[in-house]
């Protein structure tokens, strides 16, 4: 509801099905001209209540398209004079073209997911790629989270692969033949992730045409991921915690108590903690939630996954592509794995998915590489100031030195020159340097 000029004041009213004039409007799908609201048995008063805007006349008219109302909308309070119907007639020729335009972009934002799924189905086979220490304590994890039934939460930022753990989870579970269904509870204000998650009977709200299953009852015998279950508001999380605790819910809309045996992994990429510490996430399903918690390392942790990475993201684009990308140059493969990664796996891919659509060799080069990623200085640039090694060079010359300190020991080695081992490990052999010959 929008008042005052220009409607500066906006503001959220909830009605029962049929309730007020605007709900009468929904339900029978007619027009109404109300020039003395007071004298109308259909009219809300609370509504005046809550808004405290003082309604006297209005006019409203169904939002139809297809044969199904949408919405409604109204004008009230004529500046001059009473409601006509002319009035009746223009709003209705108005809501005609609003209608096409709020379906339309419904149909463009199931279209934008849709998309999003097939290109998931499309690249993502759900596996966990990579042979560090940091990937194989997160499978080893999840070989032993995925046969219960409990509660699972995932942690990690963006783009690190929670959604590949929970997949993989789902896989190597009992249910593993039951349906797996992901809910984006950012995408979604309140009223709809209501609907979405425990669904909708016919006349729930404005625009509930029919009855609706939610995800809850979709994921029947399956698991359930509620991906970013940090940005959900408290009334959401009062009906999550019930089917945690009781595994009840209720249609909107109904009163019938429905049941789930749906497991439920939630994702995050935000701090909780910090969340229930600041009152905006209740402690009590907090608790619920984090049952049993994994957390994903970000790439900078396991760098020494990014060729197997790059190779397996390489091999799924091949088909997509006019010319294969076989290899990676080595000074590249130096620069991506010295780079932070702040968008993790999916900021590779996206990379990776950018240089098999521009290149026009088979091999990916430093021309390919954005300057953020590779930096502004070069080898070259290093030569003409004065130095006389190449980067390579000085790097394999730090390494020997320090394992020459350390006599051979490859995690003091490490740790002297603060990287991973598995860092470590793959710069010796890159330049065939044996541990042992400094022992």
Known sequence: MATGESGASLSEIKLGPGEGIAGW?????????????????????????SSGYTTQSLVAVPMVYEDSVIGVLEAVNKRYGEFEQSDLTALSAFAGLASVAIANARKFERLTSQNQQLKEQAFGKWELIGKSHAIAKLRDLIQRVAPTPTTVLITGESGTGKEVV?????????RENGPFVKVSCAALPETLLESELFGHERGAFTGANDRRIGRFEAAAGGT????????????????????????????LGSGKTMTTDARLIAATNRDLKKSVESGEFREDLYYRLNVLPINV???????????????????ELSEQFPHKIRAVEDDVMDVLMSYSWPGNVRELFNLIERCAVISRSERITMELIPPEIKGTTTSGEMSGAGLDLTLPQAEEMLIRRALKLTGGNVSKTSRKLDISRDRL???????????????
């Open 425 to 439: 490990r793959y710069r010796l052999k890159k330049y065939n340097i044996n541990p042992k010959e400094y022992r």
């Open 166 to 174: 929970a997949h993989q989870i789902h896989q190597l579970s009992p």
């Open 224 to 251: 359930i991921l509620l991906d970013e279950i940090g940005e959900i508001t408290h009334s959401v999380q009062t009906k999550l915690l019930r089917i945690l605790q009781e595994k009840e819910f209720e249609r």
């Open 25 to 49: 409007v929904a339900k029978t799908g007619k027009p109404a001209l109300v020039n003395d609201v007071d004298s109308d048995d259909r009219h809300a008063v609370k509504v005046d209540i």
């Open 297 to 315: 390392p970000p790439l900078r942790e396991h760098p020494d996954d990014i060729p197997l990475l790059i190779e397996y993201f390489l091999s």
